[in-house]
C-alpha cells in the first residue's frame, strides 16, 4: 500500500508536528518495503528542515512544493496534481487548517474508497482552537467539518487528545490512539556527574509554551547554583518579549536565551543536562519531553500536557500550570541532590525506552492501516 504523508511543512519551527509526521513515514516505510512512499508538503526550501537529522529509507522521498500567499493561508500550486501522480492507496494528513486539509478532502471525494487518516495534532483541542477564531470558524464550516466526516479514522496521539474529540462529538468513523514515536536514545553515554546543574528547555517560544509564568517564578527564588537555558525558535516579537522579561525580572545571570538546536547540537544539550522543563498550557503529545526522558532527565511539566505518568512512577513533577506550583516544584528541584536527579532520570529512561520507539508506533499504526482496509473491501 503506497502510503502519502501530507502537512504544511517539515520546517523546523514546526517542532513536534514535522518530526512526528517524520519518524511515523520512515517505520512505515520501513514496515512496507515494497512500496514507494512520499512526504509532501508545502514549504519554502530556504527554511532548514528537520528531515536533514534523519536517514530516510530508499522507498520513502520528500517532496516540497513552494508556497504563496497570505501568510495566514498560504497556497501551493499543482498539489492536488501531485497527489494525483503519485496515486496513493493511502492519505496521512498531519495537522489542520490549511491547504493540505482542503487538498485531502478533494482526493477523498474522488477516491471513496481508498483510506484517508487525519492526525490533528492537538489542534481541535480548547486552547489551540483560540489562536486565529476567526479565521478558524471558517475554515471548519467550509472544509474541517466535512474533511472529518469522510475520513476514514481519526490519530489521536494521546488520550488527553483522544478523550478531547470524544467529548466534543466530532463526527468521525473511528478514533485511533497511538502515541508520537520517536528514535530512542540508546546510546550508552557516560553517567554524568550533575556538577554544573544544568535545567533547560527546548520547544517553540510560543505563548502557549507557559514560559512567561515560568519567567515569573523565577524572581527572587534561590537557584542554588543551577542555570536555566531556553533553546527554541519563533515569532521576533515573542522573542523579544522574553528577552525583556528576563531583563525585567533581573534573570540574565540566572537565565540564558538561546536559538533553536537540532541534530547532534541537541543530542549534546540533552546529554549535558540535569533536568528538563515543559511548563506549556495545551500539548497533544509533547515529544520533546518524550526525548528528554530517553536521555535520562529528570522532567518538569504541567497538567495540560498528556504525561500524569510523571508524577505515578515519579519521573519528574506533574503540576498545574501556575505561578506559585511552577516556584514550588523548582524549589524542590533545585534541592534535590545529584543520586536523586539520576536515580529519577534513570527511570524515566528505563519508562520511555519500553514504549515510544517509532518502529513499535509504526507498525501499530500499519496494522490499523490494513484493519481499515480490510474493513472497506
Known amino acids: 500500500m503506497k502510503i502519502l504523508f501530507l502537512t504544511e511543512s517539515l520546517s523546523t519551527s514546526m517542532g513536534g508536528l514535522a518530526t512526528g509526521i517524520i519518524t511515523l513515514a520512515i517505520g512505515l516505510a520501513k514496515h512496507i518495503p515494497k512500496e514507494k512512499h512520499l512526504i509532501l508538503v508545502q514549504e519554502d526550501n530556504q527554511n532548514s528542515s528537520f528531515e536533514e537529522e534523519f536517514i530516510l529509507p530508499k522507498n520513502l522521498t520528500v517532496l516540497k512544493l513552494k508556497k504563496f500567499g497570505p501568510r495566514l493561508y498560504p497556497i501551493a500550486v499543482d498539489m492536488q496534481k501531485n497527489i494525483s501522480k503519485f496515486n496513493p492507496d493511502v492519505i496521512y494528513l498531519k495537522g489542520l487548517w490549511r491547504q493540505t486539509s482542503l ?21 481541535l483541542q480548547p486552547l489551540p482552537l483560540k489562536n486565529k477564531r476567526i479565521l478558524k470558524k471558517l475554515s471548519w464550516f467550509l472544509i474541517e467539518k466535512r474533511l472529518l466526516k469522510i475520513s476514514n479514522a481519526i490519530h489521536s496521539v494521546s488520550k488527553i487528545e483522544r478523550d478531547s474529540i470524544l467529548k466534543s462529538k466530532i463526527a468521525t468513523k473511528k478514533n485511533i490512539y497511538i502515541p508520537e514515536g520517536m528514535h530512542i536514545n540508546n546510546n550508552n553515554y557516560d553517567k554524568r556527574p550533575i556538577s554544573s546543574k544544568k535545567l533547560i528547555s527546548i520547544s517553540r517560544i510560543d505563548p502557549i509554551k507557559g514560559l512567561e509564568i515560568l519567567l515569573e517564578s523565577c524572581i527572587d527564588l534561590d537557584f542554588k547554583e543551577w542555570k536555566f537555558f531556553i533553546y527554541g525558535n519563533g515569532d521576533i516579537k515573542y522573542i523579544n518579549k ?53 536521555f535520562g532527565l529528570p522532567v518538569l511539566t504541567t497538567t495540560k500536557t498528556p504525561w500524569k505518568v510523571i508524577k505515578k512512577k515519579n519521573l519528574g513533577w506533574y503540576i498545574k500550570p501556575e505561578i506559585e506550583s511552577l516556584r514550588n516544584a523548582l524549589k524542590e528541584l533545585f534541592q534535590c541532590s545529584q543520586k536523586e536527579l539520576e536515580e529519577i532520570g534513570e527511570r524515566a529512561k528505563s519508562y520511555i525506552s519500553k514504549r515510544y520507539d517509532y518502529m513499535t508506533t509504526s507498525k501499530q499504526m500499519k496494522e490499523e492501516i490494513l484493519a481499515l482496509n480490510k474493513n472497506k473491501s
Do not use: Q, R
Request: charged letters at 25%; hydrophobic letters at 50%; glycine letters at 4%.
Open 103 to 123: 487538498e485531502a478532502y478533494l482526493w477523498k471525494k474522488k477516491n471513496p474508497a481508498k483510506i484517508l487518516i487525519i492526525s490533528p495534532a492537538g489542534m
Open 242 to 294: 522574553i528577552k525583556n522579561l528576563i531583563t525585567k525580572y533581573k534573570l540574565e545571570k540566572k537565565v540564558i536565551l538561546n536559538d533553536a538546536i537540532f541534530g547532534i547540537n541537541k543530542e549534546n544539550v540533552l546529554n549535558d543536562a540535569s533536568a528538563f522543563i515543559l511548563p506549556s498550557f495545551s500539548e497533544s503529545f509533547g515529544i520533546a519531553i518524550a526525548e528528554a526522558m530517553s
